[in-house]
């Protein structure tokens, strides 16, 4: 009460005690103004971060690069936020998915889409062979002449306008860059991806013995055949150990075991007089060649140059030489992120990783990129023909380990 007393008491001398009490006061209330001060700093901070998540890429904020001072006394500009870039492109004439920086001579996807991002002043050059420094990951491993029409990669980037449309400019036809998404700090496209669906396009007499050996625009597939191609696929179907169907595996190791979800062949359909077929496959994930070579066994057993019962001899120990098919038939269609966009996709500051609105574009991009590429490698390049030729006289020798 004394504090308040002091107040109704009759103004006269200021004594020392005085001093003293009015001291006292101002060190007590002071947490509380720098409370106020914090609260107040704090709602501006998070004003500025919603306004910088409605910008998306486009942010200017400051606290998205970190700037650093090199040799040259130069400043060079670090990014700190990271985005997945989902990408669609057509694998003809690249040398695959992944960058090899000790081959820069051997063009790849990545290669050719890191230089775009220079280009578009997305990310510094000086990071060109250390793309590991901006944490650049990729969500799947597409081999030599695989297309692609919903791969993921993600990347810190420095802020832009119409990041998008300039990355493009500087990209050549064959592949694009869809859309892009603002993701967590620790997003992980390879860890945090739940299955990748995949389709293989075929020419149908690959699946049946009783087939032309060359495009023929009168053959079409037995229904027979076609019940018989997709009983054979649902075998995949499960846990197995694919230690066969990749390279450089052994029975014993733990990363040979995949989980495939489905696997189907679509109805046949028919381009330019030839009748064609898609096998779909899903699955966890995948390793070198598996797929293809998944194909290749079914391929193989259609054409009556294994048994049926040989697939399930491929799961077990004794290592077997399972060609893969052409990579030009397979096609990574998505990457699914559902626990991901469950957990982060709601909450205000990222945005759900959705193919659903990049369906028109992928659509055309499809028709007009990768499609001529197939029907030109199938129909006039005899590409399936002249490895079903191949295929025949190949040895599936059974090697059994000592």
């Known amino acids: ?6 107040h109704r008491q009759k103004m006269g001398r200021i004594t020392l005690s005085h001093l003293s009490l009015w001291k006292r006061c101002c060190t007590a209330l002071t947490p509380f103004h720098k409370a106020d001060g914090i609260a107040c700093q704090s709602m501006t901070n998070r004003e500025e971060d919603v306004l910088h998540e409605d910008l998306d890429p486009t942010g200017t904020k400051s606290g998205s690069i970190e700037v650093l001072e090199n040799n040259n006394n130069s400043n060079i ?3 700190k936020r990271k985005f997945a870039i989902m990408l669609a492109y057509c694998g003809r004439g690249y040398h695959g998915m992944q960058m090899d920086i000790t081959r820069p001579n051997f063009p790849t996807i990545e290669s050719t889409l890191i230089s775009a991002l220079i280009q578009a002043q997305c990310i510094p ?4 062979m250390q793309m590991k420094q901006l944490k650049f990951q990729r969500c799947a491993r597409t081999d030599k002449g695989v297309s692609a029409l919903g791969q993921l990669v993600s990347v810190r980037l420095l802020p832009s306008s119409n990041t998008v449309e300039k ?4 990209l050549p036809p064959e592949i694009a860059v869809i859309d892009m998404k ?3 700090k620790g997003f992980c496209p390879k860890k945090m991806c739940d299955k990748r669906s995949y389709s293989y396009m075929l020419p149908t007499y690959a699946l049946s013995g009783c087939a032309p050996s060359t495009p023929d625009s009168s053959f079409r597939l037995p229904r027979e055949d076609f019940h018989n191609i997709n009983n054979l696929l649902s075998f995949y179907k499960g846990t197995h150990n694919f230690h066969n169907f990749t390279s450089r595996k052994v029975f014993q190791d733990p990363s040979s075991f995949r989980h495939m979800l489905d696997l189907s062949c679509s109805e046949p359909f028919v381009l330019h007089g030839i009748e064609f077929a898609q096998i779909h496959v899903t699955g966890q994930s995948f390793m070198l060649y598996q797929i293809r070579k998944m194909v290749g066994l079914i391929i193989a057993v259609a054409q009556g140059i294994v048994p049926a019962d040989f697939l399930p001899q491929c799961m077990q120990m004794e290592t077997v030489n399972i060609p893969p098919a052409p990579g030009l038939g ?3 269609e998505r990457v699914h992120f559902d626990w991901y966009n469950k957990r982060y996709g709601g909450d205000g500051f990222h945005q759900p990783i959705s193919w659903e609105k990049t369906l028109p574009f992928v659509s055309v991009f499809w028709k007009e990129r990768i499609l001529p590429e197939i029907l030109e490698g199938e129909l006039e390049n005899l590409s399936m023909a002249f490895w079903i030729e191949k295929l025949k006289l190949h040895n599936f020798i059974v090697f059994k380990d000592i």
């Open 1 to 6: 009460m004394a504090l308040f007393d002091c």
């Open 125 to 128: 050059e000086i990071f060109f």
């Open 330 to 332: 397979l096609l990574l």
């Open 182 to 184: 603002r993701v967590t």
């Open 77 to 79: 500009q670090i990014p």
């Open 167 to 170: 990355i493009n400019s500087h």
